[in-house]
């Protein structure tokens, strides 16, 4: 199977960088599937889960927002945060989550109900991941 | 002469100063590693941004593409950045950069602000009658993304507002634990990397270029704040493992030389009264 390289780091650190098949993600314009040879793309990424696929076999992550880049030679995806599906704190994201839920429905003024559901949208998607991991053990 | 009770006195206290870098070395080694590692880390998300920026740049020179942040404009103020330790006892690594930038600072002809990361700092260019136009102080050991955030936002909009036109960063960079060397670059304006263009003709842009333009900018000037600061960090620290380790030898050499000079003195005045008894008993023994 045609691979090409997939490089995803944040500012704090390298968190993954190998030869994978297939990239799904969660651009601004929408989801966006990524194989070898796709045309030269910039695109922003929403907060969202980043499936990888590498012979048959499926990871998650959580990313809260960003960049990805298409090259020639490799896909570099630059998350402002971004954790493997291990990594997440499930009661953290759970109350993360709340939080932005009781934000958005009392809409209180001074918080920036954008910045809110931001929030909500990080949690939902370590949520997701973490959930999705879960599956898989069992 | 010294009195072996005084000499005794100094010994005791140059041991507990010792002790004292001795415990300060081995924390700034803990510290420095984990500050080296953070360091590394950061690197490979700063090709990678500046790789994007430049393939960016290369692609669009449309009038879209310049960005106010890429764009030089005429020079009437400058803000340098100038980022020192919170606390010294770290050899000469405050003094080495405060010394650049005051010698950069001579050669300009034109008004300087600073925004100071640091007491140190902050306290030089108070002494030295500079104008502070932000300061921050108490970043901590284990600096995250987050925490700089403030700083960089300052210059990004101050720089926007017009309030200067040219940003300097001022940092001391890691080389080795050995050596940490005073560097000055320039912020804002965002300079492209010249990298070799790659060829592909069409970029697909999600949204416009001009959007992922005004996120990806902010967000570059963000990292390299960011990641100066990681390396401040990671020279503190062993710039201050050296200083301690220095001072603790010196300390080790110290306490060996007044210990032979504490046999010297004890073994004079053990033998002056011998003398004084031999003397006396001779004198008796002759009567």
């Known amino acids: 199977m045609a691979t090409f390289r997939l490089e995803v780091v944040t500012a704090e650190r390298m968190v993954f960088s190998d030869d994978v098949n297939m990239v799904v993600a969660w651009g601004t314009e929408g989801q966006l599937g990524i194989l070898p040879h796709h045309a030269p793309l910039m695109t922003m990424l929403r907060p969202g889960d980043l499936l990888i696929r590498k012979d048959n076999e499926e990871q998650y992550l959580a990313i809260g927002g960003g960049f990805l880049e298409v090259r020639p030679d490799k896909v570099i995806v630059l998350a402002d945060a971004c954790e493997r599906a291990e990594e997440i704190d499930v009661t953290r994201a759970e109350a993360a989550k709340r939080r932005a839920e009781e934000i958005l429905k009392a809409r209180v003024p001074e918080v920036d109900a954008a910045v809110a559901e931001a929030a909500l949208r990080r949690s939902l998607a370590r949520l997701k991941v973490a959930e999705k991991r879960r599956r898989r053990l069992r | ?287």
């Open chain 2, 1 to 287: 002469m010294a009195t072996t009770q005084i000499i005794r006195r100094r010994i005791r206290s140059i041991e507990g100063t010792a002790k004292i870098c001795k415990a300060m070395e081995m924390v700034a080694t803990a510290k420095m590693r984990r500050a080296q590692h953070q360091a590394v880390a950061g690197r490979p998300y700063a090709d990678k941004i500046s790789q994007v920026i430049a393939d960016l740049a290369a692609q669009s020179r449309v009038a879209e593409a310049i960005h106010p942040l890429l764009q030089s404009r005429e020079v009437k103020r400058i803000a340098i950045v100038h980022m020192t330790t919170d606390r010294g006892l770290c050899g000469g690594l405050n003094t080495n950069i405060n010394r650049l930038v005051a010698g950069f600072i001579l050669e300009q002809n034109l008004p300087v602000t600073f925004v100071t990361v640091g007491r140190k700092g902050r306290a030089f260019m108070l002494r030295a009658g500079q104008k502070i136009h932000a300061e921050f102080t108490g970043i901590s050991d284990r600096p995250t993304l987050f925490e700089t955030l403030p700083i960089s936002r300052v210059v990004i909009e101050d720089y926007s507002n017009g309030d200067f036109d040219l940003a300097y960063l001022a940092y001391p960079r890691f080389v080795t634990t050995m050596v940490q060397r005073a560097a000055i670059e320039v912020l804002l304006p965002i300079e492209p990397a010249k990298l070799p263009p790659i060829q592909a003709v069409d970029y697909i842009y999600e949204p416009k270029p001009s959007v992922v333009l005004n996120e990806l900018l902010p967000r570059y000037v963000e990292m390299k704040v960011y990641h100066a600061i990681l390396e401040l960090v990671a020279s503190e620290q062993s710039a201050r493992m050296v200083a301690m380790r220095n001072a603790s030898d010196n300390a080790k050499d110290l306490m060996e030389h007044l210990t032979l000079v504490l046999n010297k003195v004890r073994q004079e005045t053990i033998t002056k009264e011998i003398c004084d008894i031999s003397g006396g008993a001779g004198a008796l023994a002759r009567r």
